[in-house]
């Protein structure tokens, strides 16, 4: 069983900053890729982020220079960090993960997070 659990979500002024977290836990024998997406309202769900086991990173043309993607490998952990916050920035943010489970070590699997609300307000 792999379980993604998000943190860092909640309200914040126009311009202000976030940063969330993601902790995968449970029987992983290896992380792939982990990022971010997010949902707004009648909307689809779109990337914010990735960052590859190698390092290498991909972000949303609407975030980059803004937001910025870590990972702690030895924690499982990645980050989100949100700069200059803007009321588009509005959206429930998803964690995923492409995790191979030490239950099944021949494939990769996507995993999700719970989601967590985001809401850039004044």
């Known amino acids: 069983q792999v379980q993604l659990v998000e943190s860092g979500g909640g309200l914040v002024q126009p311009g202000g900053s976030l940063r969330l977290s993601c902790e995968a836990s449970?029987?992983?024998?290896?992380?792939?890729?982990m990022g971010w997406y997010r949902q707004a309202p009648g909307k689809e769900r779109e990337l914010v982020a990735t960052?590859?086991?190698?390092?290498?990173?991909d972000y949303a043309d609407s975030v980059k220079g803004r937001f910025t993607i870590s990972r702690d490998n030895a924690k499982n952990t990645v980050y989100l960090q949100m700069n200059s916050l803007k009321p588009e920035d509005t959206a429930v943010y998803y964690c995923?993960?492409?995790?191979?489970?030490?239950?099944?070590?021949?494939?990769?699997?996507?995993?999700w997070g719970q989601g967590t609300q985001v809401t850039v307000s004044s």
């Open positions: 960052k590859a086991s190698g390092g290498s990173t």
């Open positions: 995923n993960a492409r995790i191979v489970a030490s239950t099944d070590i021949l494939r990769v699997n996507a995993y």
């Open positions: 449970g029987s992983i024998f290896s992380i792939n890729a």
